[in-house]
């Protein structure tokens, strides 16, 4: 059973910066890519970043290139959210996701995901 605990969120001023983490368990987390997610309130969940399963490759929803920064630690079993420059829009409740085929792929749908944390919530104030 996979198992994907998130941590890291709170309460941020614009402009500021978080670092999200994930630990997973329950199968070998080097075999696989992962993903985070995020719902805002009143939003559909929506893809944010995903990594594949060296960290060799990444890929980011247009509206964070630049400012947010995906990346994985698998001799912790963990993948990580840096976050900088962080903008009232981004307030939500962030969800690390994963599949149960290891294959990276650079665009994911909620749909897609099998397996998913219970989510950290971040809060930017303006």
């Known amino acids: 059973q996979v198992q994907l605990v998130e941590s890291g969120g709170g309460l941020v001023q614009a402009g500021g910066s978080l670092r999200l983490a994930c630990t997973a368990s329950g199968r070998t987390f080097s075999n696989y890519a992962m993903a985070w997610f995020r719902q805002a309130p009143g939003k559909e969940r929506e893809f944010v970043a995903t990594i594949n399963w060296s960290g060799g490759s990444t890929s980011y929803t247009d509206s964070v290139k630049g400012r947010f920064t995906i990346s994985r630690d698998n001799a912790k079993n963990t993948v990580n959210l840096q976050m900088n420059s962080l903008k009232p829009e981004d307030t939500a409740i962030y969800y690390c996701?994963?599949?149960?085929?290891?294959?990276?792929?650079?665009?994911?749908?909620?749909?897609?995901?099998?397996?998913w944390g219970k989510g950290t919530l971040v809060t930017v104030s303006s």
């Open positions: 996701a994963t599949r149960s085929r290891s294959s990276y792929t650079a665009y994911l749908l909620p749909g897609s995901m099998d397996y």
